[in-house]
């Protein structure tokens, strides 16, 4: 059976995606690179926003009518499915299974019962030993960073976010399994590590987080440890210390925000203030500034002002984000935030965000003219040059690298080269090999 699978969302469901498939691969089952090749289609969804399910419901009317015309089976996994169970059969009734995020190794079982003639096959289980998927049937895409998972699952109660009932509370992995599974992938060429989990700061397999970062960091040939996603309340001292200290920890930090405001903070349960958060990028010291620090913001949250979104504005400035991704409050099902009153107009949401955005494109700009004229490590992450004749790379700092190699010239996929950066743009850098 030929098999594709299509995933929307966060680099958990990437890998969730990559675990799939290795369970599939391992039935004998062959992966095609799109819908219309495949005999089984697997959408792998998030619905951490109104427009992410869109996209999902989209491609599950296009495979209805693909389905009037051939064979074919569907299945949906992801985020979405865990949150709408069996009431996605009642949506789409031409799904053929539905697959929750913490029974992924049920793949096979639900694939061959679908095969069998059964309707509408579900399990949105809670297996206790979903994190802890055997490394060797994972089958990764070809990209030159490895994820790896280490925990699984959220314990904080945000009340506009959807993903501690689509991915339930935190399991970690012993560090043992973790620190297995990363030798294993340096033998087989890896030479970057994404450590993985909706929270990992509050990472309890066995050690902290600080001394996870710290023991990976001594499996030998391994070069760059990156790490999603934190919360900032479990940021720690000792974690500071690790990502200023640790010549293998990558030099960019992701730490959401959300708000400039307290208030809407408050209104958010993200369980610190401004100053706490402030406080807490200030743990990095003087390592900080040869960091890139990189946050999300929600804008229009029900009951935000005018001055909580200036706020907003005022920290960006202040803390002069490398990068920042924003979006519009998105009323997610079951989420406590329902509750609150939400009737700014969208025109208002729009416009704050536009706002925003445009700001941000002024500090990133900023933050990569920087760069210039320095000489810094950077990654091949393509197989050749684009049409521009540029071989894209990526930096510790996770800036997008365009660099010039020179005519005929082969670049090693996944090597760190070192590269002169010679031109800042507001989306990526322009470099030359040295
Ligand atoms: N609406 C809008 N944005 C959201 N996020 C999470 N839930 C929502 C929502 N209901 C954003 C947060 C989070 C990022 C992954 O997505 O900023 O950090
Ligand atoms: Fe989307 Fe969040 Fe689920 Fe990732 S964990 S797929 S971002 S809803």
Redesign the pocket.
Known sequence: MKFHIQTWG?QMNDHDGEKLSGLLSAEGFEAVDSAEEAELVLLNTCS??EKAVHKVYSELGRLREEKQRRPLMVGVTGCLAQQEQAALFKRAPHIDFVLGTMALKQLPRLVAEAQAGKARVMDAGEYPDNHLFPPSVTRRRDTAKALVTITEGCNHA?T????PTTRGAERHRPYGDVLAEVRGLVERGYREVELLGQNVNSYAGGCTFADLLERVSEVEGLEWIRFT?SHPMNFTKDLARVLVANPKVAPFLHL?L?SGSDRVLKRMLREYTVAEYLERLGYLGEGRSRMALST???VGFPGETDEDFDATMRVLDEVAFDGS????????PG?P?LRLKDDLPMAVKSARLTRLQQRQSELTRASNERFLGREIPVRIETHGPNEQGWWLARSGEWKTIHLAAGPGRELPFGELVRARVTLASPHFLGAELV
């Open positions: 966060c951490i926003r945000c506009y976010c959807i993903v996603t959401p959300q999300d913001f929600i991704f924003s979006f519009i409050y998105s009323p997610r989420t935030s």
